[in-house]
C-alpha cells in the first residue's frame, strides 16, 4: 500500500472524498493528513529495535587507515571485519594512540574508529536504518512524499497503525464519534506488531546490502 493509498484510506475513513490522483491533494486537510501519515510512521519505527529495520552495508578501509567516515544511516548494531565481530569501545582515545583493546571498534563525530591494517579491508555494518520509506526502486529514503513510497512498517500492519492513528491524530478529540474505535485499533495493531513481528536483532531479519 502506497502513499496516495493511504491517504486516500484515511480520507473515506474520515468520510472525506477521495481523490483520484496525486496532484488532487491541494487542500489544508489534505497536507495535514500527509504530514501526520509520516510523523505516525516515524514514531512507530522509533518504538522499538524492529528487525524490518535492520540492514547491511558493506564500506571499504583503505590499508594503514584506522578513521573512515561514518556513511551509515541509522544506528549500529554491530560490525564484522573478516568474519570477526568487532565491539563497540567507548574510550575513542586509545584509537587516536592505536593501543585499543583487540576486535573493538568506537566512533567520533561522524567518523568510524577501527585498528590499523596493512592491507585493504571491508567493513560489514549491520544497523537500524532511520530511513523509515521506500520508493518505487526500492530503496530507503527518509519519509513519503511521492505517490508510490511506501512505509517500511509490514504490510500486514500498516493499513491499520497507520490509517487509523492519523485519523486519530488529526481530529485529537476524545469526543469524536469515530475517535475510540480508531484507538482501539491503532493499539491493537501496535501490539500485534510486537507480538508478531521480532523486535531482537537475534532473530532472522530481512537484510538489504548496500556498498560504500
Known amino acids: 500500500m502506497n502513499y496516495f493509498d493511504l491517504i486516500n484510506k484515511c480520507l473515506v475513513e474520515l ?58 544511516k541509522g544506528r549500529i548494531h554491530s560490525i564484522y571485519i573478516d568474519g570477526v565481530k568487532y565491539n563497540y569501545y567507548s574510550d575513542f582515545e586509545k584509537f587516536l594512540l592505536n593501543n585499543q583493546p583487540s576486535n573493538t ?25 532511520n530511513q523509515f520509506a521506500q520508493n518505487a526502486s526500492g530503496e530507503d529514503v527518509a519519509q513519503m512524499d511521492l505517490e508510490t513510497d511506501i512505509p517500511v512498517i509490514p504490510v500486514p500492519f500498516v493499513e491499520q497503525i497507520l490509517v487509523y492513528g492519523t485519523c486519530m491524530r488529526l481530529k485529537a478529540n476524545p469526543e469524536h464519534s469515530k475517535f475510540s474505535y480508531w484507538f482501539g485499533m491503532y493499539k491493537e495493531a501496535i501490539a500485534t506488531l510486537r507480538s508478531k513481528i521480532g523486535t531482537s536483532a537475534l ?10
Do not use: M
Not at 41 to 53: G, K, Q
Open 203 to 212: 532473530e532472522t531479519p530481512q537484510i538489504k546490502l548496500f556498498r560504500n
Open 105 to 129: 571498534y568506537s566512533s567520533f563525530n561522524d567518523t568510524l574508529l577501527v585498528p590499523l591494517f596493512n592491507q585493504d579491508k571491508i567493513i560489514e555494518v549491520i544497523y537500524y536504518t
Open 15 to 72: 468520510n472525506y472524498k477521495k481523490c483520484r490522483t496525486f496532484v488532487e491533494l491541494t487542500k489544508n486537510d489534505h497536507e495535514k493528513i500527509k504530514n501526520i501519515l509520516n510523523i505516525i510512521n516515524a514514531e512507530v519505527c522509533s518504538f522499538d529495535n524492529w528487525s524490518f529495520l535492520l540492514r547491511k552495508v558493506q564500506i571499504t578501509l583503505p590499508k594503514n587507515t584506522g578513521e573512515i567516515l561514518n556513511t551509515v
